[in-house]
């Protein structure tokens, strides 16, 4: 859908592209700035690969993270095949921006992201363009036949939700559940368009659900 001065948060992680990350400015995810994940994908599976033919003796550990990346590298491939020829007009997984919607959903991707070994910063940001929204669980990531994975990606790149999601969404509004991480977790939001940085956000001021409370509590210890 095409979304006018709407504003969404970010959880960015500190890389090549950080020094555009100014309060004011704005970045075109349409443009060459994009990352080349389809590249990096098959140099994840290239690595493993490599890696693996080093070692005399392959574990059991490295082939099964070895696979994962093929499979992973296989389904996307589908998944972008399949949006090239129904949903060219959608952005792509593996060319957009990925922005949360509530303080929730950022505080736990922040949550989720945040270590010792990443430098990561939350934006409230200002978007126009074109969003979709989807259900994740389509991706499976396990070998399986091409037939699937295309249906999967039809339902996908059509925005249909799976039963369990929208059970869990129905009795998250009703308050019954608190599977709000199980459901943010299955909700791929993707962007292409306009982003203007509006501010940088403290996760300690971001409202959370009650149900994140404990993970909060576990991680200013």
Sequence with gaps: MQIENQEFY?????????LLWTIGN?????SELVRDEKKSLYDAVKSHSETNNMNADQS????????????????EE?????RLAQFPHLPSRLCCFYPCRTEGETWYYWHW???????????????????????????????RLFNEIRNDATLYWNGIKTEWYLKT??????????????????????????VTI???INPNTLTIPESYQRLRNRHSR
């Excluded at 059991?60 to 389904?75: G, K, L």
């Design 10 to 18: 970010h959880v960015h992680r500190i890389g090549r592209h950080s």
């Design 26 to 30: 704005q970045i075109d995810f349409t």
């Design 60 to 75: 059991a550990a490295s082939w099964n993270s070895t696979r994962d990346a093929i499979e992973c590298y296989i389904e």
């Design 78 to 82: 589908v998944f972008e095949e399949v």
């Design 113 to 143: 992201y945040a270590s010792p070994k990443q430098d990561i910063k939350i934006f409230k940001v200002l978007l126009t363009g074109v969003l979709h929204e989807a259900d994740n669980s389509y991706m499976k990531h396990k070998i």
């Design 169 to 194: 969404q129905k009795s998250i509004e009703q308050k019954t559940s608190t599977l709000e991480d199980s459901l943010i977790l299955n909700t791929d939001r993707l962007f292409n368009g306009t």
């Design 198 to 200: 509006l501010e940088e």
